[in-house]
């Protein structure tokens, strides 16, 4: 079973400054969520209206089904890795 | 107990077939399956899992490039899923997408591609290795 990453490292380095970074996204994702949800109850009633006077356009169902396209790319995540390096420069995304 | 092992075991009590070939058979039967499981674990097995693209500096490299390397890891689950999102590409802009490849000699239509051709597509690429030896570095992309 797919699973969002729980981890997300990114590394930045040049011949000046270095740079290490490990998110735990297992808690910023919650509270990303969280911060989601209560954005969607402000936003709801101004979506069923604009759904109302828009349904007949078709561009709706675009929208609805990009979420779970978004989701299914989410938890492809994991495994995810670029790591760049160039005469003393680095650059690296992991995702775990 | 499988329906073969049954059906040669209810022979054996009726007289039709010897205990050696009771035995031949019944070890046949078994074969049979661990094959079967065999093939769907390979075919399970075959389909990579990441896309690689690895770039590496030969020993005689320049300077320039003797510290460059570059080391990509796609999940292909991430290339399938972005697959799928060809299919909620607006038509105004899939016609754009296909009319620019078409300009660059590819006559290859987007949103015809099907999620069972990009499958196979993946389990071949395990047999894949692509190799381009340069005066400077190697580039190697393969699927694993």
Redesign the interface.
Known sequence: M?RPPYLLKLRFRDSRHSFGLWLPLFILGPVFLVFLLALCLIVLPFVFLSLLFTWRWG?WR?VF??VP?FL??V??????????????RQFAIIFF | MSDNQRKILEMLAEGKIKVDEAQRLLSLVDSGRGNSVGADSSASKSAPRYLYVVVEPKPGASSERKHSRVNVRVPFGLIKAGMKLTALMPAEAAEKVNAAMREKGMDFDLRRLKYEDIEELIIALRDSHINVDTDDETVRVYAE
């Open positions: 797919k561009w675009p089904l990009s396209a299914r790319i938890c492809s995540l994991p495994g995810f890795k670029i790591d760049v390096r160039d005469n003393g």
